[in-house]
């Protein structure tokens, strides 16, 4: 808890911070407990800041047609994170400058000071104000998309819930609703492609600014990425192609053969290829969350206790609705140390594994509220989305809760292992589009999406006939948020997902000892390499073709088994 500042502190304009910052730089360091005090202050300081704008952002996405959220939303974007960066760069140099900072030398700490000097070395006065209007533009993004909707027989439905009709097993209605999503989708291709040129111009802009050739070799060094280069994403991109793909693919012919089509329509890839009626887990949030509790509990009764202690705290927002933003997140409150989760269920399998790897990250945040410095718990995507994409493999075997019968239980274990061999590809597609973008950032809007097709087509399985749907194809990444409002955050989902995968081969073979290990790592935050932090997980942080090659060879040994069943 914070000592030296306002509790509660509401924070309206800049003035209400500005002083806090002059505060700790005014300070004179003259021993290696004043050092250690300024940290922790400026830790506090950093901790209220994030948890002011989270709650923005939260109620913002909650409620995308409220004007007056949305504005305070902005107010911060605009008006008052513009005029903290000059200090917190002014402070980012006192804290690494200072002759104390060489006593530090312990992993955590030096780790912490390497993301410091990485800010210093990419912050440029000129592009705060960039900064500012990259927020604006995604905010207009989230608006937009939070406000399709369709109708189907005489239902107005958010996007999400229409894609329920996706995995009805009458394919007219599957047509019927697929198109209705792809055509209301289409209306704003055009607003989403010119706010997406703006945000090139301008994140090419940057990256020039603060002396790199293109954006992307910016985003590597501010996010942080030390443990890897572009040229293993690269590597991750040709073994998913050679060691995935084809198995996707080989998924993909069972489905046409099954379902007796000459031919697969985009609107076949969600159904049940046998003909089942759709799996129906639950039916609302509450009943997906107390179904949730159970499948936790029975893995750790501390995993529960955690989701628990969020539902007391009014921290779930989980249901679909009309204006509500897209998507799923598990957003750390940084002051309190809880997070908030917010998702769109609607009711199927998609959204039992949502939550399931929402509630690893939260999970995590809980196991790292202890550490000393903010800085402890920023850990990278690839550390986090491990936390998240471990906890949806190690739950299955409890899925039980929400199915009744076995054949259900394998049907949705099935669909979940489908879904992580379908996933890989599309990660490497959307991650190789990113890096075609930013080398190539004066591209025009052709040119940009005849490099989707071609990378699409790479990674795709050449199964699904879009005959008479090119545009849709051809704007299919405009649904992909991290394209728009994180660039380059993907690419961690395919490393942590092979983690993952490695965690989940750890936990069939013993489950006591990888539920250990797992816990383990969640303590370590960010106070190790990321290497260090996957072996302490029981795995390896590796995307070479042989290590994919393995970890595919035992997902699908998986797959095998359940669908001999």
């Known amino acids: 808890m914070n000592t030296w500042l306002p509790n509660p502190w509401n924070i309206e304009s800049k003035d209400d911070v500005l002083p806090f910052f002059q505060d700790l730089l005014d300070r004179e360091i003259n021993s290696a407990a004043e050092y250690q005090s300024l940290l922790a202050d ?30 305070r939303y902005l107010d911060f974007v605009q008006n008052i ?8 760069d002014r402070l980012n140099r006192k804290i690494a400058e200072s002759s104390w900072a060489e006593s530090l030398t312990d992993s955590a700490h030096q780790i912490y000071l390497r993301g410091i000097k990485g800010a210093i070395e990419i912050y440029r006065e000129e592009n705060v104000e960039i900064q500012s209007q990259l927020a604006t533009l995604a905010q207009e993004y989230s608006s937009i998309q939070g406000a399709m909707s369709v109708e189907l027989d005489g239902e107005t439905l958010t996007l999400q819930q229409a894609g329920n009709w996706l995995m009805r097993t009458d394919r007219e209605q599957r047509q019927k609703a697929w198109e209705a999503m792809s055509k ?15 945000m090139v111009a301008l994140r090419h802009e940057m990256a020039q600014n603060a002396g790199f050739a293109n954006y992307r070799d910016y985003m590597f060094k501010a996010l942080g ?16 192609e050679e060691h995935v793909v084809p198995l996707h693919r080989a998924l993909m012919q069972k489905r046409q053969s099954l379902m007796g089509l000459d031919s697969l329509k985009p609107w076949d890839t969600a159904v049940d290829p046998e003909g089942k009626q759709p799996l129906k887990p639950f039916s609302g949030g509450d009943e997906l969350l107390t179904k949730s509790l159970e499948i936790l509990g029975r893995l750790s009764p501390y995993f529960r206790a955690c989701l628990e202690t969020m539902e007391r705290e009014n921290l779930l927002d989980l249901d679909s609705r009309i204006g509500k933003a897209p998507g799923g997140y598990n957003y750390p409150l940084a002051r309190t140390n809880m997070p908030f989760i917010f998702m769109n269920a609607s009711g199927n399998l998609r959204d039992v594994e949502t939550l399931l790897h929402e509630a690893g990250h939260a999970i995590h945040s809980f196991k790292m509220a202890p550490l000393a410095l903010n800085g402890f718990k920023n850990t990278p995507s690839e550390v986090a989305e491990l936390a998240s994409m471990s906890m949806e493999l190690i739950s299955m075997g409890e899925w039980n809760a929400f199915f009744s019968s076995a054949d259900e239980l394998n049907r949705a274990q099935l669909e979940q292992i489908e879904g992580v061999i379908g996933t890989l590809p599309w990660i490497a597609t959307v991650d190789c589009f990113q890096h075609w973008i930013y080398e190539n950032p004066g591209h025009s809007v052709a040119e940009r999406s005849e490099a989707w097709l071609r990378i699409q087509k790479r990674f795709g399985t050449g199964l699904v006939d879009y005959t ?22 993907y ?4 490393f942590a997902q092979l983690g993952a995968i490695g965690v989940w081969k750890n936990h069939c073979e013993d489950a006591a000892k990888a539920i250990q290990e797992y816990q383990s790592f969640l303590e370590l935050g960010y106070t190790r390499s990321i290497s260090e932090i996957y072996h302490s997980a029981g795995v390896s942080f590796d995307f070479s073709s042989q290590n994919i090659r393995r970890l595919m060879e035992f997902t699908q040994a998986q797959w095998d088994l359940r669908q001999s069943k």
């Open 81 to 88: 994170q513009p005029h903290l960066a000059a200090y917190e």
């Open 184 to 198: 209301r989708r289409l209306e704003d291709s055009d607003k989403l492609n010119a706010i997406f040129d703006k």
């Open 468 to 489: 008479g749907y090119d545009e849709a194809l051809t704007h299919a990444w405009h649904k992909q948020l991290h394209i728009f409002e994180v660039p380059f955050y």
């Open 225 to 240: 990425r030390y443990d890897y280069s572009p040229s293993d994403c690269f590597d991750f991109h040709q073994s998913v």
């Open 42 to 71: 400026a830790s506090d300081l950093e901790s209220a800041l994030s948890e002011d704008m989270a709650w923005r952002y939260i109620r913002m996405t909650c409620d995308t047609q409220n004007a007056e959220i949305e504005k």
């Open 491 to 494: 690419i961690e989902y395919g």
